[in-house]
C-alpha cells in the first residue's frame, strides 16, 4: 500500500503545467479505456475478420505516423498549449462517429481523426522537456506518460461493470463526457511560445549519429513487437482461445494497464539512476516473458500475471524519448520528437498489419513473435544504449 501511495503521491513533485498534462491525460486515457481493450470484438460485431481487424489498425496508425512530421513543425512554430489543446478537442467527435456506425469500415473516419489528433505528441514531448529537471528528465517523462497507464487501470473494470447492463457500442457516450472534461483541464496551461532556435530549425532533422539511428531503431522495433499481439488481437486471442466474455476481457485489460503504470513510473526511476540501456533490457525480458507465457498458459488464472508483465511493453520508450530530450545541444523540437515518433507509428502499421496475417493463421503465433522480437530489443538495448547517449553528447557539442 506504502508503495502504491508513493506511486500515485508523484506527479504532486511536478511542476504546476505538468501536473495540470497528467490529469488531463489521466481522464483522457481513463475515456479510452473504458471501450479500448473490447474495441476489436466491437469490430468482429460489425462483421470484421481478424485480417480486417489489422487493417483498421494499420490505417488509423498510419493516419498517426503522417501527423508526427508536421505535428513537429508546428511545434517549432506555435505556442505548445495552443497545439495541445487542438489535439485533445479534434477526438471529442469520434466516439460520436463509432457509435452511429454500423458496419466496420464506417469506423474508418473516426479512427482517422482520432488518431490525427495525435500531431500533438510532439509538442507534448517538448512542452515535458521544456518543464522537467533536465537533470532527471527520464523522472519527467515517466511521471507524465504513466498517467496512460494509470488511466486505462481502473477504466476497464468500469468498462466491465457497464457491460453488464449495455453494449459495447453504449459505451462511447462515456468516452465522449471524459474527453470533453479532460480538454476542458487543459485551458489553464500558461503558454509555452516557441524558441528561436525552433523557429528556424529546417523542417526535417535526421539522425546524425549511432546513438541516434539506435534510438529509431529500437522505437521502431518496440512498436511493431507490441502492435503484433496488443491491442488489436490479445482481445481476440482470450476470446478465441480462452473463451472468455467481453467483461473478463475488460478485467484483462486493468491487470495490463496496471503493468502499463508501474513499469513506467518505475522505469523512469530506475532508469534516472543506473544504466538506461541496461534498465530497459531487463524489463524487455519480462515482457518476452510474459507474452511467452499468456501463449502457453490454459487458464484464464494463469494468464493474469502474465498479462501484467506484458503491460510493461511500452515503458522503455518513454525512456528513448527522455534520452532524446537530452542527446544534442540545440535541437529542435521537430528534430527531437517528430521524426522518431513517425517510425514509431510507421512500426505500429507493420505490427497490426502483420498480426492480421499471423493471428488467421495461427492464435499463438502473434504472441510467439512478440516475445522473440522483445528478446532481440533487449539485446539491442542492452549492449548498444548506454548513459552517455543521455548526456554525453549534450556536454561534447
Known sequence: MMRWMGILSWSRSLPRDLRLLFFSLFLWTF????????????????????????????????????????????????DNRILLIIGWAMSIPVPILFYFSRAWSDVIPGLILLQLSAFNVPAMNAFISALGDQKRMSSAFGAVYSAFPLGLVLSPAVGSLLLTWLSIRDLFWFTLALWTVSTIILFPLKRQPPREVDSKAPLLELPRSSRELTILVFLFGGAVAFSITSPSFLPLFFQDQLHLTDAQIQLLGTVQSLGSAIFAILLGRWAATRSPGSTMAKELMLVAGGALGIALAGSPLL????????????????VAYSLLSNMREGKSRAGQFGFYLTFEQLGLVVGSFIGGFLYASNHTSVLITTSVLFVLLAALAGFRIRRGAATGEVHSK
Not at 469490430?43 to 485480417?51: D, R, V
Not at 505516423?65 to 508536421?70: D, G, H, K, T, Y
Open 303 to 318: 494468464v493474469v500475471p502474465m498479462v501484467f508483465l506484458l503491460g510493461g511493453a511500452r515503458a522503455p520508450s518513454y
Open 31 to 78: 475515456g479510452l479505456g473504458i471501450y479500448n481493450y473490447v474495441w476489436s470484438l466491437y469490430l468482429t460485431q460489425l462483421n470484421a475478420n481478424p485480417e480486417q481487424v489489422g487493417l483498421v489498425s494499420s490505417i488509423g496508425f498510419f493516419a498517426a505516423a503522417i501527423s508526427m512530421i508536421p505535428g513537429g513543425i508546428l511545434a517549432n512554430k506555435y
